[in-house]
């Protein structure tokens, strides 16, 4: 698998909103967002399934969304009502079929201001 990017992290206020965005290869079989703040295990944040399917973490149910843009080979996380609890590193995860390895990208940073 080619490593996933991603973008659209930075500086934002708490209440605020932002969009993250995972560019991949395409055609995966799920594709999820990671979070991982220091000291703290990676934790799972959302993930979409080829079947459209998609799951939260309760701590971000409500407030975040993950979606996908196919032609685009891109996958998003709109997080909105953000938290500086909310601050942490993100890490898009990319899986091909459902007994591979998946794949990491090398994160984007989310900083929420109080």
């Known amino acids: 698998q080619v490593q996933p990017v991603e973008s659209g992290g930075g500086l934002v206020q708490a209440g605020g909103s932002l969009q993250l965005s995972c560019a991949n290869s395409?055609?995966?079989?799920?594709v999820s967002w990671y979070r991982q703040a220091p000291g703290l295990q990676r934790e799972l944040v959302a993930s979409l399934t080829s079947d459209g399917s998609a799951d939260y973490a309760d701590f971000v149910k409500g407030r975040f969304t993950i979606s996908s843009d196919n032609a685009k080979n891109t996958v998003y996380l709109q997080m909105n009502s953000l938290k500086p609890e909310d601050t942490a590193g993100y890490y898009c995860?990319?899986?091909?079929?459902?007994?591979?390895?998946?794949?990491w990208g090398r994160g984007t940073q989310v900083t929420v201001s109080s």
């Open positions: 395409g055609s995966m079989f799920r």
């Open positions: 995860y990319t899986e091909a079929g459902p007994f591979e390895f998946g794949t």
